[in-house]
Nanobody, 124 residues
């Protein structure tokens, strides 16, 4: 089985920082992290930061200059460093990846996987 687990969310005051982690585990053959998304109540899930196949990064206009996405290939982990947080950043944050994996001798994917989400709450 493949799992994606986010962590690092919490309650922070406006202007503060958080670092989110998303770790993939299981019988992973290959993994391509797509990026971080967020969803607040009453809104659709939106892309916050993404990793492009050429190694570059892409950010939503609302987080440019404040958020940084990075990855550790050896640990199958992607991070989101969030600085200068404001109440509009309050949401559940999710990571997304395409993963090729094995199970009982068979190979599957690449298939899209989502983590369970981690809550980020920014107080004013």
């Amino acid at each position: 089985q493949v799992q994606m687990v986010e962590s690092g969310g919490g309650l922070v005051q406006a202007g503060g920082s958080l670092r989110l982690s998303c770790a993939a585990s299981g019988s992973i053959i290959s993994i391509k992290f797509k990026g971080w998304y967020r969803q607040s109540p009453g809104n659709e899930r939106e892309l916050v930061a993404s990793l492009i196949s050429d190694g570059s990064e892409n950010y939503a206009d609302s987080v440019k200059g404040r958020f940084t996405i990075s990855r550790d290939n050896a640990k199958n982990t992607v991070y989101l460093q969030m600085n200068s947080l404001n109440p509009e950043d309050t949401a559940v944050y999710y990571c997304n990846a395409d993963i090729r994996y094995s199970n009982r001798g068979y190979y599957f994917g690449p298939s899209g996987f989502w983590g369970q989400g981690t809550q980020v709450t920014v107080s004013s």
